[in-house]
């Protein structure tokens, strides 16, 4: 028999043989946190997966593999952690929604643990999220602070989409380098950052001042508002400074996902950390 021929042996911790032919119903659709959830993160996808096997704090329930991305799990030499069960690429298909690119891999997982605001180092950068409550708004932004250095990111338990499956996709593995923190209030948690020497900056189209020149300083929170409605008033009471992003072009605003890469890249800048 040949290579070409001989079926794959994958075996999984311990040297177990992989499940073969799971069955599992399809998940609900990622939901505001207003609602609630106790079931476990869904993650989906090569890059998402693989840096939730990678992070030893992070408990996977269960793990769905086709045979081709067990072989380059394997290949990879990156450790399942869990016994695999071998799924057809189908299996996983109706598991997630019909856009959902999954590559072959589906994990379930208990969420990261939030730490607490009075935790957060006084140096560098956090962001903060006022009710932005796109999936892939906020995994774009995830990615962007991964790729920042960011030291975390704050947002509200409620009005903010749950870490999981299309912010997880989305954030392409950065869920795993950046740790997030849910606050109940979002005003009382900045606050707290003004308190502890925070310089919050709020960013708005309205802002009276030009991000590019106003005097930035660590520790730096950057503020930003969902699409549409911007900061909540009380959030833009309390920030110390609400800055708008000046551009040359006819269109003045921004993505919020483009705009949160623009602050970082001016404020990563201005605070030396390039």
Excluded at 113 to 121: C, R
């Amino acid at each position: 028999m040949s290579d070409r021929d001989r079926k794959p042996n994958f075996r999984g911790k311990g040297g177990k043989p992989f499940q073969k032919g799971a069955k599992f119903a399809r998940p609900p659709a990622w939901r505001d946190r207003e609602s609630g959830s106790d079931g476990p993160v869904i993650l989906y996808g090569w890059h998402t997966v693989a840096a939730a096997l990678a992070n030893p704090d992070r408990q996977i329930r269960k793990l769905y593999l086709t045979e081709n991305a067990a072989r380059r799990l394997a290949e990879e030499n990156i450790a399942t952690r869990v016994t695999p069960e071998i799924v057809r690429p189908g299996d996983i298909d109706r598991r997630l929604t019909p856009d959902a690119v999954h590559q072959g891999l589906l994990a379930e997982a208990d969420p990261l643990p939030s730490p607490d605001i009075d935790s957060l180092a006084l140096e560098g950068i956090v962001l903060v999220l006022d009710q932005i409550t796109d999936p892939h708004n906020v995994g774009a932004i995830l990615r962007s602070a991964a790729a920042f250095a960011v030291k975390a990111i704050v947002t509200t338990a409620r009005h903010s989409p749950e870490a999981t499956g299309v912010l997880a996709k989305s954030a392409s593995g950065a869920l795993e380098l950046v740790p997030m923190v849910t606050v109940q209030n979002l005003a009382r948690a900045l606050n707290e950052l003004n308190e502890r020497g925070f310089q919050t900056v709020g960013l708005d189209s309205e802002g009276s001042e030009d991000l590019g020149k106003v005097q930035l300083q660590a520790p730096l929170a950057l503020v930003l508002g969902a699409e549409g409605k911007g900061l909540r008033q009380l959030t833009r009471e309390t920030c110390r400074v609400v800055a708008r992003l000046d551009m040359p072009g006819e269109i003045k605003s921004l993505n919020v996902s483009n705009a949160a890469v623009l602050a970082l890249y001016i404020g990563a800048s201005r605070l030396g950390l390039m």
